[in-house]
């Protein structure tokens, strides 16, 4: 295992596109190559609950009801088997490559039914004929296994309930088991053979590293229709510790793969919003110098589709596409900033926090119109995406020529081949920068379509000498950012 994200060329941006369909996720690859994306996480592609009625005050269909496999049929509320195989190979074709989100610790609530694809399944008794498993294929309540006498974790410190019990009444796999490890590796394999790149593998905390582990290293090698030869498929782990004495902790998964730094996420929002006495200049040093696991293991975001409507950690500091020029700031800094591979999410609007994609009222999800009030599309808003370019020309470079200009105005470059400035202050800041960058005039991407001139009006920046001068108003976007 290496960590290296598996992507074309130099790049190396994730982009969740939360809840699109297949068939919208395939007309927007040639875009996402355009503008270069290294991949899509999609959502899980299994088939899935159907949960019309999930309960008293909450919504039909939720989103969340996609992380209760009922079996590993490919059809699911974003389409059908054939339509998850055309993404992948339209994808694949301009060099954009999909990550599936794989749930493979649990199966359903306890309720019964029928899944997306028809299975029928019954929570209650363990039954997932789809598969199948059946009770014996998960832990129990027993002295090796789940100790707690309500059968769900009650304790998070508590490393054998984490792993053994149910979390959030899922009904939880024995992963140690041969014969789960071979359904899932089955699963993973099917994924693969079709073209699929990479994971980011759910709830790894409740599953024990060598059970995660035996998947990974059952993986088949990357077809060789698209990758070279001996290509491993790439792996990222939904690992959650924002602190606290937690006794499972993100280092025991990174052996095998990387792992999602949610002190990023849950510390970013309160420097952008100044809360906990929190500024900007403190991040000089952000990432190991917080205390964050080592970058080369880690994947970072600004919000995730939890704790962006208050699911998982983070509270009310975590900034969404709701707090507009923040979570611009922020994302760009992100996508400016060497430690971690980024992801950018991309968001359906919502105001209940339960409530699924934009759909009609059978739950089939609508066609993606971005920027139609309904999609949100953060992906494509100009001062992000261009971001990207920016993070491909200064891969592979550290951070270089940093400035506190105020307490919540900084600036940085990457060793000559890009430089920002943030300036999260009431007030324009101007100055003469030590930019590092060759001379010649440069585009503000923040503001322009695109890094090259001539810069039709939008901002320019002039280098001589390795020196700029620069201005950044305090408004809607308050960033000036250049790269070669
Ligand atoms: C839903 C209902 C529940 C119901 C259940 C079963 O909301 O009330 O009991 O169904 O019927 C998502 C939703 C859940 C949803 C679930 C299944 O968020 O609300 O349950 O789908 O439909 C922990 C885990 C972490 C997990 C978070 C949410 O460690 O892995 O909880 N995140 C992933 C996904 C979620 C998904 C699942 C896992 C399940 O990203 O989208 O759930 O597949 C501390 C700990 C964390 C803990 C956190 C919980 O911070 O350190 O480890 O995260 O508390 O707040």
């Known amino acids: 295992y290496n960590g290296q994200p598996i992507c074309s060329g130099q790049t190396n941006v994730v982009v969740h596109l939360f809840e699109w369909k297949w068939a919208d996720v395939a007309s927007e690859c040639s875009a996402l190559a355009q503008l270069g994306y290294c991949a899509v996480q999609v959502s899980p592609p299994q088939e899935h609950a159907v949960?019309?009625?999930?309960?008293?005050?909450?919504?039909p269909y939720p989103w969340w009801q996609r992380y209760q496999p009922v079996s590993y049929a490919l059809d699911s509320r974003s389409g059908s088997h054939q339509e998850f195989v055309n993404m992948v190979e339209t994808c694949n074709d301009v060099g954009v490559y999909i990550y599936v989100d794989a749930v493979i610790q649990h199966m359903t609530g306890g309720q019964s039914g029928y899944g997306s694809s028809g299975s029928f399944y019954d929570g209650a008794t363990e039954d997932y004929p789809g598969v199948p498993f059946s009770t014996d294929d998960f832990h129990k309540q027993q002295p090796d296994e789940c100790t707690t006498s309500s059968g769900e974790i009650e304790d998070y410190s508590d490393a054998q309930q984490v792993r053994f019990c149910r979390l959030v009444g899922l009904r939880d796999l024995r992963t140690a088991n041969d014969y789960v490890r071979d359904m899932l590796v089955e699963y993973l394999n099917t994924l693969v053979d079709i073209g699929v790149a990479g994971f980011r593998v759910d709830a790894c905390k409740h599953t024990m590293p060598e059970d995660l582990e035996h998947l990974y290293t059952n993986m088949h090698d990357l077809p060789t229709r698209w990758f070279p030869a001996g290509s491993r498929p790439y792996v990222f782990q939904e690992v959650?510790?924002?602190?606290?004495?937690?006794?499972?902790?993100?280092?025991?998964?990174?052996?095998?793969?990387?792992?999602?730094?949610?002190?990023?996420?849950?510390?970013?929002?309160?420097?952008?919003?100044?809360?906990?006495?929190?500024?900007l200049s403190y991040l000089e040093d952000f990432g190991e110098g917080w205390g964050f696991?080592?970058?080369?293991?880690?994947?970072?975001?600004?919000?995730?589709?939890?704790?962006?409507?208050?699911?998982g950690p983070g509270g009310d500091s975590v900034l969404t596409y709701k707090d507009d020029r923040l979570y611009k700031m922020a994302t760009a800094f992100e996508l400016a900033w060497p430690y971690g591979q980024p992801r950018v999410m991309?968001?359906?609007?919502?105001?209940?926090?339960?409530?699924?994609?934009?759909?009609?009222?059978?739950?089939?999800t609508y066609d993606v119109e971005c920027f139609n009030g309904e999609w949100v599309c953060e992906h494509r808003?100009?001062?992000?995406?261009?971001?990207?370019?920016?993070?491909?020309?200064?891969?592979?470079?550290?951070?270089?020529?940093?400035?506190?200009?105020?307490?919540?105005?900084?600036?940085?470059?990457?060793?000559?081949?890009?430089?920002?400035?943030?300036?999260?202050?009431?007030h324009e800041v101007s100055g003469d920068f030590e930019t590092g960058m060759p001379d010649g005039e440069y585009c503000d991407v923040i503001s322009c379509d695109g890094p090259t001139p001539p810069c039709n009006s939008c901002g320019s920046v002039t280098v001589s000498g390795g020196n700029a001068h620069i201005t950044v108003p305090n408004d809607s976007d308050s960033m000036v950012a250049i790269h070669v």
């Open 240 to 279: 959650i510790y924002v602190g606290g004495d937690e006794p499972i902790r993100p280092e025991h998964y990174t052996h095998i793969g990387r792992v999602t730094e949610f002190r990023y996420s849950a510390n970013i929002g309160n420097i952008f919003r100044g809360w906990d006495g929190q500024q």
């Open 381 to 426: 808003w100009h001062q992000i995406e261009n971001m990207v370019g920016f993070h491909n020309a200064a891969l592979g470079t550290g951070m270089s020529h940093w400035r506190t200009i105020s307490d919540n105005a900084i600036a940085f470059g990457r060793e000559g081949t890009a430089f920002i400035v943030i300036n999260n202050e009431d």
């Open 346 to 364: 991309s968001s359906f609007a919502f105001d209940d926090t339960e409530a699924g994609p934009p759909s009609d009222g059978n739950g089939n």
């Open 293 to 311: 696991m080592d970058g080369l293991d880690a994947v970072v975001f600004i919000d995730n589709h939890d704790n962006q409507r208050g699911h």
């Open 51 to 59: 949960l019309e009625d999930p309960g008293t005050g909450l919504p």
